[in-house]
C-alpha cells in the first residue's frame, strides 16, 4: 500500500505507515488516536510492507515477534523486555474430529501463552507500540485476561499498570493479576461501564496507554499473529474453515485481515477460507444481527459464564459481520450448559482445558457442524484462546473425583466396577 497523502512519520514502528478511518479512509500519521476526526469511525494500522519472506520469519524468534515485518512495533523489538508471547502450539485433534465428526481437525492451543490467554499477544504490541509514542503506564478495562495480560507486561517492563474490573469478575482472574503488584480497581457495574469510565480517564491522563482504547488500532493489530501462526503451522497454507470466538470482535477480524496479507504478499497460496464466529447466548449480540441478516449491533445486557466474551456493546461487530459474511461463514452461540459440555468435551477428548471462551468455541463448532453450517469434510481449526484453570467456579459444580475411598485395592475395584 502507498500512501501519497500522509507525511512518512519519522516514528518507527517497522512497516506501520499511517492510522487510516475504517468508515472514512481518512488517513493521519501514526499517533496515539483511535477514532476519526472526520467521522469518528475507527482507526486502523496502514502499512507499506516491504518485501518478507518465509525464510525471514522462520529466522526469526520463537514468539509473535518472529512476524514484526508485519506488526506496528519497532524492528528492535525483541530487544525490549516484554512478555513474547506466541508460538503456541497447534495440535491435530483427531478425537475431537470423530467426537465432532469432522474429517480434519486443529486446535490452536493459545493455552500456553506467559498468562494463559491470546491477550498477551494484542497486550505485546500495545506495550512495544505505547514505548515508541511516548507513554509510561499501561492501563486497560478488563474482563479478565485482558487484566493478567496488562498487568504482567507492565511488570515485566518496569512500568506502572492501571487495570479496571468489573467488581464481579471471577476470583481467579483477580488473584492472577493481583498477583504482579500493579494498580488493579474493581468497579461496580459490568464490563461496558468499566469501557466508559477507562474512556474518559484515557482523555485525563497523557501518559497512560489504555490498551484497548487510546492505543486501541495497534493493540488490535496483535491478533493478526494468530492468523499467520495457523498458517505458517500448517505449513505455509490457509485453513479452510477456522472457528473464533468474539467478544468486541477485533480477534475474529484481524484473523481474516491476517489470512488476506499472507495471500496478498505472496506468503501462502490466496487460497478461499471461511471465518464462523462464536458467542455465548447469553451475550450474543453479533450472532442475534447475523442471523436477523441487519448490519447494525442492538447492544444487549451480557448474563453468561463466559464472561471473558460478555461485551454486550462490541465495537468491531459490524467489521465481523463484513468478515463472516464476505467469506461465506456463519455465526452461532451456545448456552451455558453447552459452553460446559464443550469444555469437558475438549477435554476429554484432548487433553486440553479450556477456559469458558474455549468451550464457547467447541460447542459453537458442535453447532455448526450439526445445523450443516459448518462443512465437516473441510479442513478446520478452532480458536482456544484461554486456560480453564482461570475459570474453575464454570465446571466446579458439574466435575470431581468418583469417590471418596479408604486407602484400598478392594475399594478402588469397587468403584472402578461401577462404571
Ligand atoms: C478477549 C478474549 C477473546 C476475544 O476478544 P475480542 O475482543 O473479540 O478480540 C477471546 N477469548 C478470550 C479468552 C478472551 O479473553
Ligand atoms: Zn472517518
Known amino acids: 500500500m502507498t500512501l501519497v497523502d500522509v507525511q512518512k512519520s519519522t516514528l518507527d514502528l517497522g512497516p506501520a505507515r499511517a492510522l487510516s478511518c475504517r468508515e472514512c479512509g481518512h488517513q493521519i500519521p501514526l499517533a496515539a488516536e483511535f477514532a476519526c476526526a472526520e467521522c469518528f469511525g475507527p482507526l486502523e494500522v496502514a502499512y507499506d510492507f516491504g518485501t518478507v519472506t518465509r525464510a525471514d520469519i522462520e529466522a526469526g524468534p520463537q514468539s509473535i515477534w518472529r512476524y514484526r515485518g508485519l506488526l506496528p512495533v519497532p524492528s528492535d523489538v525483541s530487544s525490549h523486555p516484554n512478555t513474547d508471547p506466541g508460538m503456541t502450539r497447534l495440535v491435530k485433534a483427531d478425537r475431537l474430529a470423530a467426537a465432532l465428526g469432522v474429517k480434519s481437525l486443529w486446535v490452536k492451543d493459545d493455552t500456553g501463552n506467559p498468562t494463559h490467554s491470546f491477550k498477551d499477544r494484542v497486550v505485546a504490541v500495545a506495550l512495544a507500540a505505547a514505548r515508541k509514542l511516548g507513554f509510561s503506564v499501561l492501563a486497560c478495562p478488563s474482563t479478565g485476561n485482558l487484566a493478567n495480560a496488562v498487568a504482567a507486561a507492565a511488570a515485566r517492563a518496569g512500568w506502572d499498570s492501571v487495570v479496571l474490573i468489573p467488581s464481579s469478575l471471577e476470583r481467579a482472574k483477580i488473584l492472577t493479576t493481583a498477583v504482579y503488584d500493579g494498580a488493579l480497581i474493581a468497579v ?63 480477534q475474529l477480524t484481524k484473523v481474516d485481515k491476517a489470512f488476506r496479507e499472507l495471500g496478498e504478499l505472496g506468503l501462502v497460496e490466496a487460497s478461499p477460507y471461511r471465518v464462523f464466529g462464536a458467542q455465548a447466548t447469553g451475550c450474543s449480540p453479533v450472532a442475534a444481527a447475523f442471523k436477523a441478516g441487519q448490519d447494525v449491533i442492538t447492544p444487549v445486557k451480557p448474563d453468561t459464564i463466559a464472561r471473558s466474551l460478555a461485551i454486550g456493546a462490541p465495537a468491531d461487530g459490524p467489521y465481523v459481520l463484513d468478515s463472516v459474511r464476505r467469506t461465506g461463514g456463519a455465526i452461532e452461540d451456545v448456552t451455558d450448559a453447552e459452553v460446559v459440555e464443550g469444555i469437558r468435551l475438549l477435554a476429554r477428548t484432548e487433553g486440553i482445558f479450556a477456559e469458558t471462551a474455549g468451550g464457547v468455541t467447541v460447542a459453537t463448532a458442535k453447532k455448526l457442524i450439526e445445523t450443516g453450517q459448518l462443512d465437516p469434510e473441510a479442513e478446520t481449526v478452532l480458536l482456544i484462546t484461554g486456560d480453564g484453570l482461570k475459570t474453575l467456579d464454570a465446571v466446579q459444580d458439574h466435575i470431581g473425583p468418583r469417590a471418596t475411598i479408604p486407602p484400598s485395592a478392594a475399594a478402588v475395584r469397587e468403584v472402578l466396577n461401577r462404571g
Do not use: M
Open 188 to 250: 461496580d457495574g459490568n464490563y461496558d461501564d468499566v469501557n466508559r469510565l477507562a474512556t474518559e480517564l484515557a482523555a485525563e491522563h497523557e501518559d497512560w496507554a489504555f490498551v484497548n482504547v487510546n492505543v486501541r488500532p495497534y493493540y488490535a493489530e496483535g491478533s493478526k499473529t494468530l492468523g499467520y501462526e495457523v498458517a505458517e503451522q500448517l505449513g505455509w497454507r490457509l485453513p479452510q474453515q477456522i472457528v473464533v470466538p468474539i467478544a468486541s470482535g477485533s
